[in-house]
Structures are given as C-alpha cells and as structure tokens.
C-alpha cells in the first residue's frame, strides 16, 4: 500500500460547510495525487503534488483547493461543499524504481453531501 | 491527448471460464498502460504495468495483458476464473510527465458458480 493513509474515511458533512481530506505517506515520495471516483466515470484527476508548495490542477479541479505544506502530507479542501461532490476520494503517490513509475493508492475516503 | 476506453461496463462469466477484459489506449507518445482491479469498498490495487520491456505482461493472481501496438490494445485476460475475481477492474494511461494516470470507466466483473 506504499504507505498512504487517509482520513476521515467516512464523512456526511452539509451543503455549503467546507471540509477537508487529509492523505498522509510515510516514504518520502515527491509526486501525490487526489482523485475522485464516480459510477460510470473512473477516476478523474482533482490536483496534484509535486513538491511542497508546488501543485497544480487537475481535469476536475473546480471547487476544490489543496495544499502541501509537508512532504508527507497533502489535503484537499472542499471550500463549499456541494451535492456533486459526493464521491468516493482517492490520494495516490508515484513511486519510482528506476525509469520505471508506479502509482499506488490510499483506500480512499467516502464523502457524503447533504 | 492520451485516453483509454474499456468496452463493456459489465462482464459475467462462469467460474473455470476465461476472463477477457477490453481495454483500447489513445496515445500520442509511447504509452505506459496499466490495470488496477478494486474488490467492493477497498481501493485500487495494481494488477499488472506495460512499460515497453515486453508485450506480454503479468500480473498478480494469474493475470496477464497483451499490448498490441496495430491494434491499439491492452487487454487483460486469465484462463480460469475464480469466484475472488468478481471486483471492478480499471485500465489506465499516463498521462503526462506530471505521472497522473487517465482511466478508463470500469469493467466490473461477476462470476458465477
């Protein structure tokens, strides 16, 4: 599981309150990532990390910020959460080994909006 | 722009069957091609990697993909099913040098006894 964590893994927050998902690693990987799952979608890319303080936006970055201000953590802020954004949220990290990359995830946390 | 698309959001098949899983890539440079399957309320495990070493990759729990070039393909295959495969499996891409993935929506597989 390349040491990620997430938390909370369950959250039922309301519509309009901001909320934010943390994703801790504890092997020093530079590149991190936050998805989001949806029936019939995949997962799309929100933002990511490469290095602190240095992020950039994904394909389904709206309404969402993040911030890394740590090598080991990386969150994501809804800042007004909304019906859509209920999801299931994946952080992920690129581990590398050599010239080649793999990317493995955390287990994901589960967000309910009211 | 790199995509994949996975044909067929639902495959059934008896146990002892093959499985075959589709998975179509688009890509302007050479693609690095993954599968990920995810068994119910857990997150994504990486089942196998194309990375150009060799067209026939396998994987863990006795999967296998072929990356076929002409035909644009990465299709993931195994002889024999087994109940524990029912999950939802995910093809994906790179997607640029920044190392995000692009997936495909899912093939979630049932097996019947």
């Known amino acids: 599981d390349a040491g990620i964590t997430q938390s909370p893994r369950h959250k039922v927050t309301e519509t309009g309150t901001p909320v934010t998902l943390r994703c801790h690693q504890t092997e020093n990987h530079r590149y991190m990532y936050w998805y989001r799952q949806d029936p019939g979608h995949g997962l799309r890319l929100i933002h990511y990390?490469?290095?602190?303080?240095?992020?950039d936006k994904g394909e389904v970055s709206d309404g969402y910020s993040v911030s890394r201000s740590k090598t080991e953590d990386f969150l994501l802020t809804l800042e007004s959460a909304t019906s859509s954004q209920t999801s299931v949220y994946f952080c992920a990290i690129t581990a590398t080994s050599g010239s080649l990359e793999t990317q493995y995830f955390g287990p994901g946390t589960r967000l309910l909006v009211l | 722009a790199q995509s994949v698309t996975q044909l067929g959001s639902h495959v059934s098949v008896s146990e002892g069957a093959l499985v075959l899983l589709r998975c179509n890539y688009s890509s302007s440079v050479p693609p690095y091609l993954f599968w990920y399957v995810q068994y119910p309320n857990q997150g994504l495990q990486l089942l196998l990697k194309?990375?150009?070493?060799?067209?026939l990759v396998k994987g863990i729990n006795g999967f296998e993909a072929e990356f076929k070039k002409s035909e644009t393909s990465f299709h993931l295959t195994k002889p024999s099913a087994h109940m524990s495969d029912a999950a939802e499996y995910f093809c994906?891409?790179?997607?640029?040098?920044?190392?995000?993935?692009?997936f495909g929506k899912g093939t979630k597989l049932s097996v019947k006894p």
């Open positions: 994906a891409v790179r997607g640029g040098s920044q190392g995000n993935l692009i």
């Open positions: 194309y990375t150009s070493a060799a067209t």
């Open positions: 990390s490469y290095g602190v303080k240095d992020t």
